[in-house]
Structures are given as C-alpha cells and as structure tokens.
C-alpha cells in the first residue's frame, strides 16, 4: 500500500475511533439524564412508601398556578392511547394528560354547554375511536364528546355514577341501579334498582366488565362489590363491608371482606378486580371468581404512595400502572402494586419500552451501526490491498 493509502486508512480509523469516545460519552450522559427522570429530586425512598406501593408520580393539576390545582379529581380512566383523563367535580372539567403528566386537553362543561349549569362529572370511559362518555350527575345525563372537547351527543339518566363500554353497550350506575345503553343512547336494559337487597344497589360508585361479558359493580353504600351475568342476573356478591365507620378493623376475619366503601373499579393485567375504597384509605384487590379480597394496598396520609379518601382507579396495561383520584390530596397518584400485570421477558420489555429508558435505544443503535461499519472496513481493507498488489505485480510483469 502506498503512503497515502496509510495515511488514510489511518485517517479514517482515527474518525471512527473518534465517533464511538462522542457516541460513549453521549451514552453516559444521557443515561445520567433517564436516571434523574426514573428518580426524580424530592421522589419517595421505598422504606418510606406503604408496603406493596410503587409510586411513579403525581399530577396535582393543570398548570403550576395555584387556580390550576386539582380541588375535587373524582374518577379516572385511561384511554387506549395512554392519555390519564381525570373528572374534577368542582371544577367542572375533565382533564387529558399525557402518560408524563403534562397537560393535553381541558374539557370546562362550562363553556361547553354555554350554560350556567354544573354538570358535575363523575365516572369516565374511553371508546377505541376516541369518543369520551362523562356522567353528568348533577346534570342527570350522559354527555359524549370528542378527544378536541366538542359536544357529540347526550341523553338523560338518573345521577349516572360511573360508565363502561364493552363493545357496542354502554354500562352505567346510579340512581336507577344498572343501566344499559347503545353507545347511541338507546335504551337496553335496566336492573338492581335502588335498595338493600343482594340484587339491588345503592349508589354504587363503580364499575367494570370483564373479557367474557361479567358485569363488576361496587356497591357504594352496601358496603359489597357485586357479579352480574350480561342479563342483569346476580352470580355473586361480597359479604357486607364494615359498618363501624372509618378506621375501623379491616380484616376479614372480623369484617366480611372488610370493604366500608367501595368506589371506583377497574381489571388489571392478571384479570383481578382492583378497587378503591376511600373509608380503608387504600387499594383493593379482588378475586373475580367470587369476590374474596386477596391484597391491600396504602395507607391514610398526604405523603407519596398514601391516600386521602380516594375515589377513582383505571389501570394501563401497556405501562402496569394505576391511575387513582386521589380525592382528599387534591391530586392523581400513577402507582403500581405487585401481581398487577403479565409476567415473562415480552411483558419486562414492553412496559421498559414505553418509558424514558427507551431513549437508550437511539445511541445504542448508532453504537451498532458504526461497530457495523468498521467491521465491514476491516474487512475490505485486506482485499484492497491484495487487489492493488496483484495490479502493481502485473503491471511489472508488463
């Protein structure tokens, strides 16, 4: 090889080696900056935190002004694209947030009924094309509105507590027990109206439908959460809750179930039934076989991973985290539990992918490219210079 095919063969060495110390360093650096995003300054040690609770974050609000804290977050759900929305009660809104916690969207009922009224919006569900179903309480109605906050449709019913759509139906409870509509607002079917009865309701704050069509309902003021069948027919119902007022003994032993007010429901990953209950201060996990509790999770308090009478929970199966309206504290805690989601390797990636450690994967990448590149350089080098000798060889011959 002559001089100048060394020195630059050296050259382009020096370059590559180069990129990879900056692509190195840009490496360390960035998985400084996910570290401080996974542990954020101020974030709750874990031997503070109440056993079984992992605490992810907290929204209190839409913006960092004081008139833009949560006052009363009632209910949550989140939609199929990840967006935490969450109904206020006293202000009248539902809010949009992003799975980091920002802002997406406010809907004021406010301004978008153009009418002095409070709607005062409760339970909330999210249909796969967006459309987002809000209980009207105060307002005795259903209203249907657009991810852009614009008013496609509603009708009436009595004080709607909570909604869940399950294919082309939609399920509410409230005054009336169990209501079920078209996603139109036609009339189905109505059952478990208002009383004490194992198949009646009393304001019942929540609820869920499993896979196969199973109708889960808290039974607020009954102190039970309770199974239907798609019909409306009972398949089963919790023992009655505690009746000696909050603080009481929870165990089951004692209490029942030891629920004292079940309020919002939603299914994890591993199927289980997961609620609220603001009187027990904490997370509830359910056996959908027949209503046995098998975890508690939380504890009274203000502090990261403690509740304040919550009364909302919906669960993210692609991130394992619940979000819960954490009433009492003004605010939105994202927490996970253990056993929530699918287990295996698949399940570890998916929920790591959509976090910020995915970004890791940019430099990685390009890691790999340039690796890729000089290999293949290395390579070629050799037979380069076999071809120029074989040239230089026969051109001496000639």
């Known amino acids: 090889m002559s001089s100048a095919g060394s020195r630059r063969a050296t050259g382009t060495r020096a370059a590559l080696i180069g990129v990879l110390v900056i692509l190195l360093l840009l490496l360390v650096g960035l998985g400084y900056f996910i570290v401080s995003i996974l542990e954020p300054v101020g974030s709750p040690a874990k031997s503070e935190l109440p056993e079984g609770i992992e605490w992810v974050r907290s929204i209190y609000g839409y913006g960092p002004s004081a008139n833009q804290q949560f006052i009363s977050p009632d209910h949550t759900e989140i939609g199929p694209d990840g967006t935490i929305w969450v109904s206020d009660t006293q202000l009248n809104s539902i809010f949009g947030f992003s799975p980091d916690g920002s802002l997406r969207r406010r809907i004021d009922f406010s301004q978008l009924l153009e009418e002095d009224s409070w709607t005062l919006p409760k339970g909330i569900s999210v249909s796969p094309d967006g459309e987002i179903f809000v209980c009207g309480s105060s307002a005795d109605r259903i209203f249907v509105v657009s991810e852009q906050g614009e008013l496609l449709r509603s009708w009436d019913v009595a004080q709607p507590l909570d909604c869940r759509l399950y294919g082309d139906r939609l399920y509410v409870t409230g005054l009336e027990g169990v209501s079920v509509f078209s996603t139109d607002g036609e009339p189905i079917g109505t059952w478990g109206g208002r009383g004490k009865s194992l198949d009646e309701l009393d304001l019942p704050q929540g609820v869920v439908v499993g896979d196969d069509g ?106 394992d985290w619940f979000a819960v309206a954490d009433t009492a504290n003004d605010r939105v805690q994202i927490v996970r539990i253990p056993d929530s989601g699918e287990t295996g390797v698949v399940s570890a990636v998916r929920r790591a992918l959509v976090g910020p450690v995915w970004i890791c994967a940019i430099p990685l990448v390009l890691l790999l490219l340039v690796a890729l590149v000089a290999a293949f350089s290395k390579r070629r080098r050799p037979k380069e210079q076999q071809d120029i000798t074989h040239d230089a060889v026969s051109s001496g011959i000639e």
């Open 214 to 319: 199973t109708v889960y309902v808290a039974d607020t003021l009954n102190a039970r959460v309770k199974a239907f069948d798609p019909q409306g027919a009972l398949m089963w119902t919790t023992k009655a809750g505690i009746t000696g007022g909050m603080g009481t003994d929870r165990s089951s032993e004692t209490s029942g179930t030891g629920l004292q007010l079940p309020s919002g429901i939603c299914i994890d990953g591993s199927g289980r039934l997961v609620l609220v209950d603001p009187f027990g201060f904490d997370i509830v996990v359910i056996d959908p076989a027949d209503g046995t509790v098998i975890g508690r999770y939380g504890e009274f308090g203000s502090g990261d991973g403690m509740f304040g009478y919550p009364t909302g929970i919906s669960y993210d199966d692609a991130r």
